[in-house]
C-alpha cells in the first residue's frame, strides 16, 4: 500500500515569497490533516479536511495560509507571503474515518515538507 | 495548543536497557496515541489506548493509561540503537463538537547508546 505522498521535500525561498507544499493521501483515507512542525516542537494541527470539507481551520494564519483539497483527494498548502518564523516542517496525514465526529485512531504521516525562510 | 506534554525532554540509555517515557494532558480524552519520529522522517504509529483501557501491549512496547492522573506512559524493553527517536504522545480530548483533531505535545528524545 503507498503512503502519504509530499512534495517538495526541501524548499528554500525569501522572506515574503510564496511556496506551496502538495499531498497526496493514502488511497480510500476520507481524513486529510496539515500540520507545522517547528525544530524542537510537536506539530500543531493547521487545518483538517473530511472529504473536500473543511473541519477545523482554527490555528490556521488566514492572512498568509490558504488550503484547499480538490474532489476529496490531493491538498494543497499555500503560503503567501512568507515570514521567517514560517521555517519549519509542514506534515500531511491521512487517516480512514470517514464521519464528522469519529473519534481518529491512526494517522498516517508523509515524510513532511522542510521550509526555510530567509 | 499543546494538551500533552512529554517528561523526560531527552533521554540517553544503553543498549538493551528498558526506556521509560511519561505524559501528561490536561482535559479528558477520547484516547491516547504515541507516535515515534525518526531525525529527518515522518510521524510512525506505535499504539492507541482509549480512555476506557488501561494498558497495552504491543512487541517490545508497553503503554499504560491513568486517567484519574491524567498522564500515560509509555515503556520500551530492551533497546536496540534503532529506537533512537522522538517520541510523541497525542491525545484526542473529548467535546471537541464534531471537530476531533489529534494534538501532540513536545515529545521525548531517546538515544540508545550501543
Known amino acids: 500500500e503507498a503512503g502519504v505522498a509530499q512534495s517538495p521535500r526541501y524548499k528554500i525561498i525569501e522572506k515574503r515569497q510564496s511556496v506551496a507544499f502538495w499531498c497526496n493521501p493514502i488511497s480510500g483515507h476520507a481524513t486529510l490533516y496539515w500540520y507545522q512542525q517547528i525544530l524542537g516542537q510537536g506539530p500543531k494541527l493547521l487545518i483538517q479536511f473530511q472529504n473536500n470539507g473543511v473541519v477545523d481551520d482554527s490555528q490556521l494564519p488566514k492572512d498568509r495560509f490558504s488550503a484547499e483539497r480538490l474532489k476529496g483527494v490531493d491538498s494543497t498548502l499555500k503560503i503567501q507571503p512568507a515570514k521567517l518564523e514560517d521555517s519549519a516542517v509542514y506534515l500531511c496525514a491521512s487517516s480512514l474515518h470517514s464521519l464528522a465526529g469519529v473519534v481518529p485512531g491512526e494517522l498516517f504521516f508523509g515524510e513532511g515538507s522542510r521550509l526555510t525562510v530567509l | 495548543s499543546q494538551q500533552g506534554e512529554e517528561d523526560p525532554q531527552a533521554l540517553s540509555i544503553q543498549e538493551g536497557e528498558n526506556a521509560t517515557m511519561n505524559c501528561s494532558y490536561k482535559?479528558?480524552?477520547?484516547?491516547l496515541q504515541w507516535y515515534r519520529q525518526n531525525s529527518g522522517r515522518g510521524l510512525v504509529h506505535l499504539i492507541l489506548i482509549r480512555s476506557n483501557e488501561r494498558e497495552k501491549h504491543s512487541g517490545r512496547l508497553r503503554v499504560t493509561l491513568d486517567t484519574s492522573k491524567k498522564s500515560s506512559s509509555l515503556l520500551i524493553t530492551a533497546s536496540r540503537a534503532a529506537d533512537t527517536a522522538s517520541y510523541f504522545c497525542a491525545t484526542v480530548p473529548r467535546g471537541q463538537g464534531g471537530s476531533e483533531k489529534l494534538v501532540f505535545g513536545k515529545g521525548t528524545k531517546l538515544t540508545v547508546n550501543p
Open positions: 482535559t479528558s480524552i477520547n484516547n
